[in-house]
């Protein structure tokens, strides 16, 4: 009976895996039916087959001029705009009544916001414990978020030139032209960045600061900080990274870096101008600011302003640090060109160990993090990383006693909830002892009088 049951087990299995061989067998079929339609379609149309569309359209002849290659489909991108180190010290902003309008330490103002955003050495040192209260500053975040986060366009950049030098004529009038060089994008130039400024124009207000700062000081109202003097360093100058990203918007595909940049025009006076048919002063709303590139660009996907853009991260937010051992293991002079490929998981165990998360492409997680670059196969990838508990980071507005006015807060609404949570039941707690007290007292009270007095007692 056991050697029937044996065999019966054995001949169902053999049974079953025939039939899932078959079924295979029969998927494969039409899979390859098809494959074979379709590429008989694409060879009768004159597309060559279907699945080599890149490599024909790389390496071999098309006589007929057909094309079926997806066209280069390249997002607009993202631009970054660091912050400069104007001296906005006390003394330093006493010399111009305008300028004094930012002398204040009061962290839950725009106008602090606006001195720590225009002087980053007076926000990363002399204000760091008030900036990092202040709910208009993200102190991790190193770029001018308040202006790129309301451009409305970027122009300017310049093409590529081959100077080129044509010798005299012959006798028969014949020359040769020849290559000598190129400028490379040395030769300073102008950008145009169009702003949507947003209520209250914080973004008016900084240019109008910025570009007084700088007149200031070219008429010696103002100075810089002295080692500034001593390096000639020119402080206010800021630059822009511009990275150009794959449909999917996670995939860097082409970046510059423009240096030396620093406003030279802005709306000014001409906002007052008006017609009886305008109700709102437009100029004020949108308008465009023309930035002066001193120091030229970098050459169109330099690796270096990868590693550049990653080093600024870094500096503000350390916890990143931790990441470069994965991002470029080998330190160096030639680091920037020494990019090994990052898989998913190392990148998510190395910002796990840095107490980070990496942020999943969803709304919610929106204006949380620091941008930073990673290299993988498919080319350099834009992340955003956080901090643990981030995410739950909200602003609330609480009364000053004394004026009677809001102003916005920072809090942790998780660690908020926790503490509610554990106030609840330590009053939980109380009021169960309360009680419990309460009633033994009754209790008490009733049990003498019962042994005083017969009848019973009704509680009201």
């Known amino acids: 009976m056991a050697d029937e049951l044996t065999l019966f087990t054995t001949l169902q299995s053999q049974l079953n895996q025939l039939e899932t061989s078959r079924g295979t067998q029969v998927e494969d079929a039409v899979k390859s039916l098809y494959s074979a339609g379709v590429n008989a379609s694409f060879l009768g149309s004159g597309w060559g087959e279907y699945d080599h569309q890149i490599i024909n359209n790389f390496c071999r002849f098309n006589r007929y001029g057909t094309r079926y290659v997806m066209d ?32 204040t330490d009061d ?97 008016t207000a900084a240019i109008k600061f910025w570009t007084l700062y700088m007149a200031l000081l070219t008429s010696g109202e103002m100075i810089m900080y002295p080692d500034q003097i001593d390096e000639q360093y020119l402080n206010y100058t800021v630059s822009f990274y511009r990275f150009l990203l794959d449909p999917s918007m996670q995939y860097i595909q082409r970046w510059v870096k423009y240096t030396g940049c620093f406003p030279i ?85 190395a910002s796990y160990d840095a107490g980070l998360i990496r942020n999943q492409i969803l709304p919610e997680f929106n204006y949380t993090g620091v941008p930073y670059i990673t290299p ?20 609330i507005y609480q009364q000053d006693e004394t004026t009677k006015s809001y102003y916005p807060v920072l809090v942790d609404v998780e660690n908020a909830a926790a503490n509610l949570s554990q106030l609840q039941q330590q009053s939980k707690e109380q009021s169960d002892q309360l009680l419990t007290s309460y009633y033994q007292q009754v209790n008490q009270i009733a049990t003498t009088s019962d042994s005083t007095q017969s009848g019973s007692i009704t509680f009201v």
């Open 265 to 349: 025009s802005r709306p000014g006076a001409s906002v007052f101008d008006y017609n009886t048919k305008d109700v709102f002063a437009d100029g004020c709303r949108k308008f465009s600011i023309g930035f002066r590139c001193g120091s030229g660009m970098t050459d169109e996907d330099d690796p270096i302003v990868i590693q550049e853009f990653n080093t600024l991260a870094e500096r503000y937010f350390p916890p990143l640090k931790k990441l470069r051992k994965v991002v470029s293991p080998n330190e160096g002079l030639d680091s920037a060109m020494d990019i090994t490929p990052v898989s998913e998981r190392q990148l998510d165990q």
């Open 107 to 203: 962290f839950r103002t725009t106008q602090f916001a606006l001195r720590a955003y225009l002087d980053t050495r007076y926000a990363r040192l002399a204000a760091l414990d008030k900036v990092m209260q202040c709910p208009f500053l993200d102190w991790r975040n190193p770029f001018f978020t308040l202006i790129t986060n309301n451009l409305t366009d970027f122009s300017g950049g310049p093409t590529y030139q081959i100077e080129v030098h044509t010798e005299e004529g012959g006798f028969y009038g014949e020359s040769q032209s020849f290559a000598i060089g190129s400028d490379s994008y040395r030769k300073p130039f102008d950008l145009q960045i169009g702003i949507l400024d947003p209520i209250g124009g914080p973004i």
């Open 72 to 103: 280069n489909y390249v997002r607009t991108g993202y631009t970054f705009m660091t912050r400069p180190e104007l001296n906005l010290t006390d003394a330093n902003l006493g010399q111009n009544r305008i300028m004094s309008l930012l002398k």
């Open 376 to 395: 993988t196969l498919r080319g350099p990838r834009l992340d955003i990383f956080r901090e643990r508990g981030e995410y739950s980071n909200k602003v």
